[in-house]
Nanobody, 127 residues
Framework: IQLLESGGGAVQPGGSLKLSCVAS????????MGWFRQAPGKEREGVAY???????NYADFVKERFTISRDNEKNIAYLAIHSLESEDTATYYC??????????????????????WGKGTLVTVSS
């Protein structure tokens, strides 16, 4: 499966974005889908996961500002971000995995089994 993220860009604090992850080469129905981010000079961190059945879990820092979703018919996973803060500036990566666990995701912050990654989309939050 190949993953391609889009939807990043420059946005002012308080704004919103919706990132998309378009999959090709396989259906995402059988996969756990996740979003990660890496800020400049920092390690990559997990943001959110969504199981094959739509169950989701989020990193503690999300504070209800992020919503992960999936459209299995369109083969796309999404990450909606509201009330953006400067600390959200990062490259956001989509990942797929969980084949060995029946499409169930690990618990954040772990990323074991997430075998496929996109190249990322940059989100810059600045006034």
């Amino acid at each position: 499966i190949q993953l391609l993220e889009s939807g990043g860009g420059a946005v002012q604090p308080g704004g919103s974005l919706k990132l998309s992850c378009v999959a090709s080469g396989d259906t995402i129905r059988r996969y756990c889908m996740g979003w990660f981010r890496q800020a400049p000079g920092k390690e990559r961190e997990g943001v959110a996961y969504i199981d094959w059945d739509g169950s989701s879990n989020y990193a503690d820092f999300v504070k209800e500002r992020f919503t992960i979703s999936r459209d299995n018919e369109k083969n796309i996973a999404y990450l909606a971000i509201h009330s953006l803060e400067s600390e959200d500036t990062a490259t956001y990566y989509c990942a797929a995995g969980g084949r060995g666990s029946g499409g169930y995701c690990p618990t954040l912050p772990y990323s074991w089994g997430m075998d496929y990654w996109g190249k990322g989309t940059l989100v810059t939050v600045s006034s």
